[in-house]
C-alpha cells in the first residue's frame, strides 16, 4: 500500500527501509534534504515539503508523524490539517500526550480528516526485529492501514487499543515501566560491581538472559553493551526525562493508583 513518512531520524528512517522490504510504496520527507536523497537512492519517493508531500499520495492519503513530541508535532499535524482532504489519514507515531492525542482528534475530525495515535517501540533496532504498535484512534483509519503496520510490527506485536489516545496512554504506561525496570537493572549491576567479588557484568547478563525471571531484551542490551565496553566508559551518565514516566505518575495521582517504584525511577533521572 502507499503511505507517508514524516520525520526521517533514527527510527522514522528504518521504518522507510522495513516498510519498503515489505513492497509498500512510501514517500518521505524530512527537513534534512540529504536524508530525503538517501532513501529515495534505497527505493522511496522523496518530497521536497509536506505540500510536495501530499501531492504525491492517492486518496485517502495516510501520512505517519514521526518527530519529536510536543511542538515539533504540533506544527506538522496543524499544517497537515490544512493540506489534507476529508477522509485521509494522520498517524502520530511519536511520543505525545494522551491528551494531546484526544485534542488532536477531535481538532482533525472538524475537517474529515481521521486520526491515529500509534504508540511505538523498538527504537534502532526495529528495522531488523519490528516495532511494537499500540494503536489508538479511528477504527476504520487503522482497518485501512492494517497492511502497513503489519509490516512494521513483529508477529502479535501490534493491536488496536480504543478511542484517540489508548495508543498513546498505553505507550505512556509502558514508558513508565521501562523506567523502572532500567533503574532496578542499574541498582543491581551498580551492587554487583562496587562488592568484593569483582564480577565480570557481561557474564552476569549473559547467563541472566538464558532461562531467569530477570531475562528481557533490556536485559540482553546491556549484556551487548557490557561485552563492548566492559567498564561503560563510554556511556553517558544521564538519561534525560522525555516526559512519559512523569505523566505515567500523574496518572496514579489522578486514578489514585500507588506507582511509588515508577515514580522513584524518574526522580532518579531527575537526580
Not at 527504537?123 to 503496520?149: E, I, K, N, Q, T
Amino acid at each position: 500500500m502507499q503511505i507517508a513518512i514524516v520525520g526521517l531520524g533514527k527510527m522514522g528512517g528504518n521504518m522507510v527501509r522495513r516498510l519498503l522490504r515489505g513492497g509498500h510504496h512510501v514517500v518521505a520527507w524530512d527537513r534534512n534534504a540529504a536524508v530525503v536523497d538517501a532513501l529515495a537512492r534505497e527505493g522511496a519517493t522523496g518530497a521536497a515539503s509536506l505540500a510536495d508531500l501530499v501531492t504525491k499520495l492517492s486518496a485517502p492519503r495516510a501520512v505517519w508523524v514521526m518527530v519529536p513530541a510536543g511542538d515539533p508535532t504540533e506544527s506538522t499535524i496543524q499544517e497537515l490539517s490544512t493540506l489534507l482532504s476529508p477522509d485521509d489519514i494522520v498517524i502520530d507515531g511519536g511520543n505525545s500526550n494522551y491528551k494531546d492525542s484526544v485534542r488532536r482528534s477531535k481538532e482533525l475530525a472538524t475537517k474529515g480528516i481521521r486520526f491515529l495515535d500509534a504508540g511505538t517501540s523498538g527504537g534502532v533496532w526495529g528495522l531488523d526485529v519490528g516495532y511494537c504498535l499500540m494503536v489508538g484512534g479511528d477504527r476504520s483509519a487503522y482497518d485501512h492501514l492494517l497492511p502497513a503496520l503489519t509490516t512494521l510490527a513483529p508477529e502479535e506485536g501490534l493491536d488496536y487499543f480504543g478511542p484517540a489516545g489508548a495508543g498513546h496512554y498505553v505507550k505512556m504506561v509502558h514508558n513508565g515501566v521501562e523506567y523502572a525496570m532500567m533503574q532496578a537493572y542499574a541498582e543491581g549491576f551498580e551492587l554487583l560491581k562496587e562488592c568484593e567479588y569483582k564480577f565480570d557484568l557481561r557474564k552476569v547478563t549473559h547467563v541472566w538472559n538464558h532461562g531467569s525471571v530477570v531475562r528481557s531484551w533490556l536485559c540482553e542490551l546491556a549484556e551487548e553493551m557490557f561485552d563492548a565496553d566492559p567498564e561503560l566508559e563510554h556511556l553517558k551518565a544521564y538519561v534525560p526525562d522525555s516526559g512519559e514516566g512523569r505523566w505515567t505518575v500523574d496518572e496514579g495521582v489522578r486514578l489514585g493508583v500507588s506507582v511509588p517504584t515508577i515514580a522513584l525511577s524518574v526522580f532518579a533521572r531527575f537526580a
